[in-house]
């Protein structure tokens, strides 16, 4: 939350145009477009780095879940420092100052998002010419660190305001966030895992209409909602 809130007071916000997947499509087509042979594989995961039997034990490449073996000068690693080190490097292999770091190391929490495709209206009416698209929603100081039960900071972003482009015509996309431990949400059977996640979702659009968007709720027309789990199985 600490980060968040300088981000957004030291230097401003800053939007990729078509949103984030843009950064993404952008460096892919760099890659491909440089000539000397450079391609993408897509789905192969990754599931330990090779090391040179040298005494300094230097990266060589990587193996793919399905065996095959990719060799390569320099090898650089975009997955977290958990899978790069912990996964994909045996214990021996671990930099001293990666030790020191993981001595050092706080756990933070982890979040709970929501995406919302709503009516334009109930957007436009309440931003009026101000054009603004980022939100903080936080009722109670003493709030502010919390992280369960949807009731800590509330960030809220809607991109469609300053670029259309991300939303159909006369619909705005609402994504808001707010810290939530992943202890939260284990040891939970499939149906109260669902019922819980609806319900704090709803919880969180209740908390943007009181405070922002009148009439929200009966605004929606497309409603995504990610939790913690949702985060580790797909970004971890």
């Known amino acids: 939350a600490g980060m968040v809130f300088c981000d957004r007071h030291y230097g401003g916000i800053r939007?990729?145009?078509?949103?984030?997947?843009?950064?993404?499509?952008?460096l892919a087509t760099g890659l491909q477009n440089v000539g000397n042979g450079s391609s993408i594989k897509y789905r192969s995961r990754v599931t330990r780095v090779l090391l040179s039997n040298d005494t300094d034990g230097s990266a060589t490449g990587v193996e793919l879940a399905d065996g095959t073996r990719l060799t390569a000068k320099v090898v650089v690693s975009n997955a977290t420092r958990w899978n790069t080190f912990e996964k994909m490097l045996p214990r021996s292999a671990l930099p001293r100052l990666e030790e020191k770091w993981g001595e050092r190391y706080v756990k933070s929490p982890s979040f709970l998002s929501l995406h919302l495709?709503?009516?334009?209206?109930?957007?436009?009416?309440?931003v009026a010419a101000k054009r603004d698209c980022h939100h903080i929603v936080l009722e109670q100081w003493e709030n502010m660190e919390i992280a369960r039960d949807?009731?800590?900071t509330l960030f809220v972003s809607i991109p469609s305001v300053v670029?259309?482009?991300?939303?159909?015509?006369g619909r705005h996309l609402v994504h808001m966030f707010t810290p939530s431990w992943v202890e939260?949400?284990?040891?939970?059977s499939p149906s109260e895992y669902k019922a819980k996640k609806e319900a704090l979702a709803d919880?969180?659009?209740?908390?943007?209409?009181?405070?922002?968007?009148?009439?929200?709720?009966?605004?929606?027309?497309?409603?995504?909602?990610?939790?913690?789990?949702?985060?580790?199985?797909f970004l971890a």
């Open 15 to 26: 939007y990729p145009k078509g949103g984030v997947g843009e950064i993404a499509k952008k």
């Open 117 to 126: 495709g709503v009516d334009a209206e109930v957007i436009e009416s309440a």
């Open 150 to 152: 949807a009731d800590g």
């Open 163 to 169: 670029d259309p482009s991300v939303a159909p015509e």
């Open 184 to 188: 939260e949400w284990e040891g939970l």
């Open 203 to 233: 919880k969180l659009i209740a908390r943007l209409e009181a405070a922002v968007f009148p009439g929200l709720s009966n605004a929606i027309r497309t409603r995504l909602v990610g939790t913690p789990r949702t985060h580790r199985r």
